[in-house]
């Protein structure tokens, strides 16, 4: 089956700019992830959707962060305006079910200068 | 609040010894992952556990439920293996939304 895909690869932007991010999850996996890994941390979820509704968004910072799901299936998470310390991994994550195995993507490295 | 802890952070090891990495968690869980992140920031899922031994060529994971502990095994440890090794839980419960709790990760270099 195929992967999650993400898109960019990379992304460099300057500050005070707006960026999105793309993420196709694996074909029928209803869950899906958004992640934040800062450089030398461990992954911080953003926000989780169950189809095309938030099950989980409290560590979502929602005056500069937003994403959607539309039609349960493709998602994009978009920051505006971007701050330095956005700089980061942001890694999308798919499951069939909760209390099933992950799936990751390879991730969008995101540079604010 | 689930704590996941990882041992070692750090792991320098010769090509060819067997590594074994070790996590433990503080409240009962519905599964345990083992993750590998290569420089780059992909991560790829290695294992999920919820009991038991599971063997993927030369990577062993396996959990003891009753103890809180799961430990990471590498055979014919390679070169190639050389990435940070992370284990996250999902909490067990009523509240269970999958959400991975993540260790600090362990980052092991292997020398040919």
């Known amino acids: 089956e195929a992967g999650v895909a993400q898109s960019p690869r990379y992304k460099i932007i300057e500050k005070r700019q707006s960026v999105a991010f793309w993420c196709n999850p694996i074909?029928?996996?209803?869950?899906l992830y958004w992640y934040q890994q800062i450089l030398g941390q461990g992954p911080k979820l953003l926000i989780q959707?169950?189809?095309?509704?938030?099950?989980?968004d409290s560590q979502l910072p929602k005056d500069r962060f937003s994403a959607e799901r539309l039609k349960g299936v493709d998602s994009t998470l978009k920051i505006q305006p971007a701050k330095l310390e956005d700089s980061a991994v942001y890694l999308c994550?798919?499951?069939?079910?909760?209390?099933?195995?992950?799936?990751f993507g390879s991730g969008t490295r995101l540079t604010v200068v | 609040k689930n704590e996941v802890e990882q041992s070692p952070q750090n792991l320098t090891a010769q090509e060819g010894e067997f590594i074994t990495i070790n996590c433990s968690y503080s409240?009962?869980?519905?599964?345990l992952h083992w993750l590998q992140q290569h420089p780059g920031g992909g991560i790829v899922s290695l294992f999920m556990?919820?009991?038991g031994k599971k063997k993927h060529g030369r990577l062993i994971a396996t959990i003891n439920i009753q103890e809180k502990h799961s430990s990471l095994h590498i055979t014919a440890s390679h070169p190639r293996d050389s990435a940070v090794y992370i284990c996250?839980?999902?909490?067990?419960?009523?509240?269970?939304?999958?959400?991975?709790?993540f260790g600090q990760g362990t980052t092991l270099q292997v020398k040919p």
């Open positions: 994550a798919s499951s069939f079910r909760t209390d099933y195995g992950y799936t």
């Open positions: 074909s029928g996996h209803a869950t």
């Open positions: 959707f169950q189809n095309n509704g938030v099950v989980d």
């Open positions: 409240v009962g869980i519905s599964a």
């Open positions: 556990l919820s009991s």
């Open positions: 996250a839980s999902i909490i067990r419960g009523p509240s269970n939304t999958g959400k991975l709790i």
